[in-house]
């Protein structure tokens, strides 16, 4: 297969095939982080709160037991490789959950809503994709490196699962985690969501755990060296802007597939629902807030080393030493930023 298409147009099928799930189960499901956050604090039922649970519990199960059978090594995984900063996932999260607030999606959902027909969307992703370059690599890249600097891996990989090695083999205490949070997740989940919950569970974990394996496996079959990575959403739609602009001499990525996917995924459920219709921002206050959540989502991203999706579901199914950082400061900043917009900061506790 890979003497026909070509490795990188493989791995960009291979983020484009798990996206369009991505954007599926937005449109289909309601899956969606601040909704989940804003349903759990404001809300009356936690649904989705089990719904990523199911998902986070599948890739995980998948993710360890494709690493016990042969068919992925997981240690491989960008998240595992380096020992990234403390500081960088704490700020960096906090920053990118108040942003997300603020703008009222995460750089996934806008994706979603664009696909949808939201020109509102269209902007936040922009200005969050530019954001993160110049994070990740234009004028305050060097800033970044010097405050939170990230170094290679040791000779062990920085997972949870890897570093209790000699308790128990890492890809089996993955394995019954997993399973266990999927059982729990189902058990919590009133009746009327239980299958709905379990079938896109099941799908979004294997959106996640079939990019690790996707990738690995060109890796392993191919010529070239490509990262073992899976789904995240925010330098990747930077990247992808700047390779439509300045594709010569530049070969297309992992994340630009799942650009791609997620807005022909968040296109699809809406045409399946009827939901397909154009809109535009007429607040210009609605807008500015908007796009300085934006910003705060791209530079964040780029400090926690993921976003909501990339650390919150991708990283934490590699059980990650960093991502449970991450993902409780997406929470707190997310709370933050929903409280200050629904209730005010002077509101009593």
């Given amino acids: 297969m890979l003497d026909i298409l070509g490795e990188p147009l493989a791995i960009v099928l291979i983020g484009l095939s798990g996206g369009l799930v991505l954007g599926l189960s937005a449109r289909l ?120 600097e990230t170094n290679p891996a040791y000779s062990t990989p920085q997972g949870l699962s890897f570093l209790a090695a000699d308790i128990a083999n890492p890809a089996l205490i993955g394995m019954a985690l997993g399973i266990t949070l999927f059982l729990v997740a189902l058990a919590k989940t009133p009746k009327k969501r239980l299958r709905r919950n379990a079938l896109w569970g099941v799908a979004i974990g294997g959106a996640i755990a079939w990019g690790f394996w996707g990738t690995f496996w060109v890796g392993q079959n191919g010529w070239q060296e490509w990262p073992v990575v899976s789904q995240t959403f925010a330098a990747s739609i930077g990247e992808t802007v700047h390779y439509a602009m300045f594709s010569s001499g530049l070969a297309p990525k992992f994340g630009m597939g799942s650009v791609i996917g997620v807005i022909a995924g968040g296109f699809i459920g809406s045409m399946i629902k009827g939901g397909f219709r154009w809109e535009a921002c007429e607040d210009p206050r609605e807008l500015k807030r908007q796009l300085f959540g934006a910003v705060l989502m791209g530079c964040g991203a780029v400090l926690a080393a993921g976003c909501s999706i990339g650390q919150g579901l991708s990283a934490l199914s590699t059980l990650s030493l960093t991502a449970p950082l991450v993902a409780g400061a997406i929470w707190l900043g997310a709370w933050v930023g929903l409280r200050q917009l629904i209730l005010g900061f002077e509101a009593n506790p």
């Fill in 29 to 148: 499901a309601g899956f969606c982080t601040l909704g989940m956050i804003e349903e759990v604090h404001y809300g009356e039922n936690s649904g989705r709160v089990y719904l990523w649970l199911a998902a986070l519990g599948v890739a995980i199960f998948l993710n360890h037991g494709l690493h016990h059978f042969g068919h992925l090594d997981l240690g491989r995984a960008v998240y595992l490789q380096n020992s990234y900063s403390i500081a960088g996932a704490i700020i960096g999260g906090i920053l990118f959950g108040y942003g997300m607030a603020q703008a009222g999606n995460c750089g996934f959902t806008a994706l979603a809503r664009l696909g949808g027909g939201d020109l509102r969307a269209l902007v936040i992703a922009l200005v969050m994709g530019v954001a993160a370059l110049i994070a990740l690599s234009g004028i305050l890249a060097p800033l970044r490196v010097i405050l939170f």
